[in-house]
C-alpha cells in the first residue's frame, strides 16, 4: 500500500478534539456537591448544542445557560486574617505587603530584611486581578483595579507583555522577569576539541585510503585517454551511494556553534521572561535553567523575525545538553527554543522556533550491512 | 512492502561498480584478486539520458520510458506530465476500458480514490442515521408511536450499502480498444534536472543555438531571471541576451537548498500544494509520508528582502500542521554581490564542474523549525 499525501479518509474519526481551543462548558461546575463536604473533580461531558427542532436540543442550552449563572452568581468571600494587602509604591515602582501568605507567594516577590514581600507591578496587577489581593496607595486610600493597571502597565514594559505573563500564570508556570535572571558565562565558553591517538590514526588511515583511491594504474597503462571533469562529482568508480553522496557533500549547512551566551539590545526582539513548569521543586531564590524563554511582540508593530533577529535571540540561548536519540526528534527540538508570545489585541498565540541542524545524513540508512571497510569510512567521517 | 524494498533499493540513478572480492586477512591468497581489482578498478559505463529542455514551462522532458523508470525508481525524480507524482496515467487508462482486472496493479491515485469513496459513503451513513434519530425524537416527544421503519436497528438502504465494483462493473470501452500507447512524460524541475546531470547521468537538449556554449548552471540562472522579469515588465522584449544574475537569483537558491538536502540523502519533492517550497521524504514517497515542509527565505549578505506578516506565518503553520508534517524555515545564506560576481565571472576559464562546484560552495544552508506551542500542554 503506497503511503501518498493525501488526506487520509479517516482522519476525522481519530482526530481529537483540541481542549484548549473549546469555549468552557459552565455546566461541568455543577457536578461539585459543596454542602455535602465531599469534593469531586468535574468531568467533561458530551456537548451537542445543535438545535434541529427538538425539545432535547432546546432544554441542553437551557441547563447549560443555568449553570453558568448558578456558578457566577455565587458570591465570593475571604476572611479578614486571610486577607492580603499590598501598599503601592510610586518610587521604587513595587508594591509591598507587611504579611504574606497563601502559596503564590512560593513563585511571586522578593523578601527584604524586614521580612516584607516587595512585589513586582504585574505581580501586584495579576493577584488584584484575580481578586487575591488588596492594593492600597501610599496615601492610605485603596485603589481601584483601573488605578492598579495605570499604576502597573508603564512599568511592566508594555499591555502585551502583562497580558502574556497572566496567561501564563493562570496555565500554571512561574514567570521571572529575564532580566532578573543573572546570566552564567563560564559554563558555555567555547570548547576546542583535543583529538587523542586513536582518532589521530582513524584520520590517517582515513587519507591514505583517499589518497589511494585516486591512485589508478588502469590510467597509468593508457596516459592518452585522461579526460576533462565530466560530472561534479570527482570519481568515476563507486561501490556503495554512500561514497557517491560523499563525493556529493558541496553545499554548506549550518552547525550550531556553543560560544559566550551574547546579548544584544539593538533588536526588537528580546526574551521578556523566562517561565518554569509547574513544579515543588522550584526555588525562585536558587533558579536553574529555564524551560521556555518567553519573546512577547506585538502582532501590529512586528513581522516574522528575520534569520539574525533569530540569531540574536538563539545566542541567548544555551545549547541543549541531552539531544533525543531518534533523528527526526532531533530535527523537530532542535539544539535551542525560543517561543514567541504574538499579541494580536489581546488574543495571544505562541509559535515555537527551534534551531536545528541539518547536517544528519541520512542515506547511511540504504546500505546498512556494511564491511569492516565501511566502518572505517564512517569513523572517517564523523571525524571530519 | 518487501517489494517496494526491491524496486526502489537503488538511492540514485548511477550505476555501481561491482563488488571486491571478499577479502580473509589470514588467508594470502585471497589478497591477489582483491589487490588487483582494487588497483585496476574496471569503471562502470554510465548511461546517459536524454531530455528536452522547455524553456516556457522552466522544466525538463524525459519520454524515454526506460529512462522514466530510472529516474522514478533510483530517487524519485521528477513527475508525470498526466499524474499526481509517479508516472501511472498508462495504468489507470487501461484500468478504465477494462483492460486490468478490479484489483490488478492498483496505483496510487486509485488508492486514494477508493479511499474516498468509503469515507464518502460512511458519512452518508452516519448522516442517514443521524436524521432517524432527530425525526425519533421528534415522535417521542409529541407522544406518537414509532413505526417500524425508524426503529435504531433498522437495516440501511440499499443505495448507502453497495460497493465501489457495483458503480464500476460497466467498462466505459465503446470502441473496442484492446491496446494503449503510453504517451505520458516525466518532467524535471530545474534543479532536479541540474542534479541529475551533475551526476553524469542527464543530457539537456535544446532547440535554441545561442544555449550550446552555455554551462547548464548559467543557462538555468538565465532562463529564470529572464522568466522573472517577464512577469514583471510585460512589454519587455524577450532577448536572449546575458541577464544580470544576483546571488539571490531565484534558481540559484533553489538549487542550494535542493543540492544540500540531497546531498544529506533526503528525497527532495515539490511542496506547492501545501504552499511550500519543497517536502522532505526519508526513503521517497512510497514508503511514508513528508515528515517536513521547507519554505525558503533568501539572505544576501546581512540582508533579508522578504519577510511574512504574522498572520500569513500562522495561515501556513495551520495548513502544514493539518497535513501533519514539520514546518522548516530554510535561510539560504547567499554571498554578497561582490563576492558573487568574482565567481560568476569566472566561468569562461573554468571547467563546467569546477565552476558549478565553486559557486554552490558559496552558499549557507540554515534552517529553523516553526511550530505551533501551547502553554497548557507544556505542563509536565
Redesign the interface.
Known amino acids: 500500500?503506497?503511503?501518498?499525501?493525501?488526506?487520509?479518509?479517516?482522519t476525522n474519526l481519530e482526530t481529537t478534539v483540541d481542549?484548549?481551543e473549546e469555549i468552557q462548558d459552565w455546566r461541568f461546575l455543577s457536578n461539585v456537591e459543596k454542602d455535602q463536604g465531599t469534593y469531586t473533580i468535574p468531568k467533561r461531558g458530551q456537548k451537542d448544542f445543535e438545535p434541529?427542532?427538538?425539545?432535547?436540543q432546546h432544554s441542553a442550552l437551557d441547563l447549560s445557560r443555568k449553570a453558568m449563572f448558578d456558578a457566577l452568581s455565587v458570591e465570593r468571600l475571604i476572611s479578614a486574617k486571610h486577607a492580603i494587602i499590598a501598599t503601592w509604591n510610586a518610587q521604587n515602582g513595587m508594591s509591598c505587603v507587611e504579611k504574606a501568605h497563601g502559596p503564590l507567594f512560593k513563585t511571586m516577590g522578593t523578601a527584604d530584611s524586614q521580612n516584607r514581600m516587595w512585589l513586582l507591578p504585574e505581580e501586584t496587577l495579576y493577584l488584584v486581578e484575580r481578586g487575591s489581593m488588596e492594593c492600597w496607595s501610599e496615601e492610605g486610600l485603596p485603589m481601584s483595579l483601573q488605578a492598579v493597571y495605570s499604576a502597573s502597565i508603564p512599568l511592566c514594559g508594555s499591555l502585551e507583555n502583562y497580558l502574556v505573563y497572566a496567561?501564563?500564570r493562570r496555565?500554571?508556570?512561574s514567570v521571572i522577569r529575564s532580566n532578573l535572571v543573572p546570566v552564567k558565562e563560564d559554563e558555555y565558553r567555547c570548547d576546542s576539541k583535543i583529538m587523542n591517538f586513536k582518532d589521530l590514526l582513524f584520520l590517517g588511515l582515513g587519507k591514505a585510503s583517499q589518497i589511494l583511491q585516486t591512485?589508478?594504474?588502469?590510467k597509468l597503462a593508457f596516459p592518452f585517454s585522461k579526460r576533462?571533469?565530466?560530472?561534479?562529482?570527482l570519481h568515476?568508480?563507486?561501490?556503495?551511494?554512500e561514497e557517491?553522496?560523499h563525493d556529493?557533500?558541496?553545499?554548506?549547512?549550518?552547525v550550531p556553534i556553543a560560544c559566550n551566551l551574547i546579548t544584544s539590545s539593538d533588536s526588537l526582539f528580546q526574551i521578556t521572561f523566562h517561565a518554569y513548569?509547574?513544579s515543588a521543586s522550584f526555588k525562585k531564590s536558587a533558579l536553574s535553567e529555564p524551560?521556555?524563554r518567553i519573546c512577547v511582540v506585538s502582532?501590529q508593530d512586528?513581522?516574522?523575525p528575520?534569520?539574525?533577529e533569530?540569531d540574536a535571540l538563539f545566542s541567548s540561548t544555551p545549547l541543549r545538553q541531552n539531544m533525543p536519540q531518534h533523528m527526526?526528534q532531533r530535527?523537530?527540538?532542535?539544539y535551542r527554543n525560543i517561543?514567541i508570545a504574538?499579541v494580536?489585541y489581546g488574543v495571544i498565540?505562541?509559535?515555537?522556533?527551534?534551531?536545528?541542524?541539518?547536517?544528519?545524513?541520512?542515506?547511511?540508512?540504504?546500505s546498512k550491512k556494511g564491511s569492516k571497510r565501511k566502518r572505517v569510512s564512517k569513523k572517517f567521517q564523523q571525524l571530519v | 512492502m518487501s517489494k517496494n524494498h526491491e524496486v526502489y533499493k537503488d538511492a540514485l540513478p548511477i550505476s555501481l561498480a561491482y563488488p571486491l572480492p571478499p577479502i580473509i586477512l589470514t588467508n594470502p591468497l585471497t589478497w591477489i584478486p582483491y589487490i588487483y581489482r582494487y588497483l585496476f578498478r574496471k569503471t562502470p559505463r554510465q548511461v546517459q539520458w536524454q531530455c528536452q529542455l522547455h524553456e516556457s514551462d522552466l522544466s525538463c522532458v524525459v519520454t524515454d520510458s526506460e529512462a522514466i523508470k530510472k529516474f522514478w525508481t533510483s530517487g524519485f525524480f521528477g513527475k508525470g506530465n498526466l499524474s499526481r507524482s509517479e508516472p501511472t496515467w498508462h495504468t489507470r487508462t487501461k484500468r478504465s476500458l477494462g483492460l486490468l482486472g478490479f484489483d490488478e496493479d492498483l496505483v496510487a491515485e486509485e488508492v486514494t480514490a477508493r479511499r474516498r469513496f468509503q469515507r464518502k459513503q460512511f458519512k452518508a451513513q452516519r448522516a442517514y442515521r443521524e436524521n432517524r434519530a432527530r425525526e425519533r425524537q421528534l415522535l417521542l416527544e409529541n407522544g406518537k408511536p414509532i413505526p417500524a421503519s425508524l426503529e435504531e436497528d433498522a437495516e440501511l438502504p440499499e443505495y448507502l450499502t453497495k460497493s465501489l465494483k457495483d458503480f464500476s462493473r460497466v467498462s466505459e470501452n465503446p470502441y473496442h480498444i484492446t491496446s494503449v500507447p503510453n504517451v505520458e512524460h516525466l518532467q524535471l524541475t530545474f534543479p532536479e534536472a541540474f542534479f541529475l546531470a551533475s551526476l553524469g547521468v542527464l543530457r539537456i537538449n535544446y532547440e535554441n543555438p545561442n544555449f550550446e556554449l552555455l554551462p547548464i548552471l548559467k543557462l538555468f540562472a538565465n532562463i529564470v531571471a529572464n522568466s522573472v522579469a517577464l512577469t514583471h515588465d510585460y512589454s519587455l522584449q524577450q532577448s536572449h541576451e546575458d541577464p544580470i544574475i544576483e546571488p539571490d537569483n531565484k534558481f540559484l537558491t533553489e538549487l542550494a537548498a535542493y543540492f544540500y538536502f540531497r546531498q544529506q540523502g533526503w528525497v527532495v519533492k515539490n511542496g506547492t500544494k501545501f504552499s511550500v517550497d519543497f517536502l522532505l521524504y526519508k526513503k521517497g514517497p512510497v514508503f511514508s509520508h513528508a515528515e517536513f515542509a521547507i519554505l525558503l527565505i533568501p539572505c544576501v549578505g546581512n540582508k533579508q528582502k522578504y519577510n511574512m506578516q504574522w498572520h500569513e506565518v500562522h495561515c501556513l503553520n495551520r495548513v502544514i500542521a493539518q497535513v501533519k508534517k514539520s514546518l522548516i524555515l530554510c535561510y539560504v545564506q547567499c554571498p554578497s554581490i561582490e563576492d558573487f560576481n568574482k565567481i560568476w565571472k569566472n566561468q569562461a576559464s573554468m571547467n563546467e564542474w569546477d565552476w558549478a562546484e565553486s559557486v554552490l560552495r558559496q552558499y549557507l544552508i540554515r534552517c529553523v523549525t516553526l511550530r505551533r506551542w501551547v502553554p497548557s500542554r507544556n505542563r509536565d
Do not use: W
Open positions: 500500500m503506497d503511503a501518498q499525501d493525501e488526506d487520509n479518509p479517516f481542549v484548549t434541529d427542532g427538538t425539545n432535547k496567561h501564563l496555565c500554571g508556570f591512485f589508478n594504474f588502469r576533462r571533469r565530466q560530472s561534479i562529482l568515476d568508480t563507486f561501490y556503495t551511494y557517491v553522496y556529493l557533500q558541496i553545499v554548506r549547512g549550518y513548569k509547574p524551560d521556555f502582532s512586528t513581522l516574522l528575520t534569520i539574525f533569530i527526526f530535527l523537530k527540538e532542535g517561543i504574538i494580536d498565540s505562541y509559535i515555537r522556533l527551534s534551531d536545528v541542524c541539518f547536517e544528519e545524513k541520512v542515506y547511511t540508512d540504504f
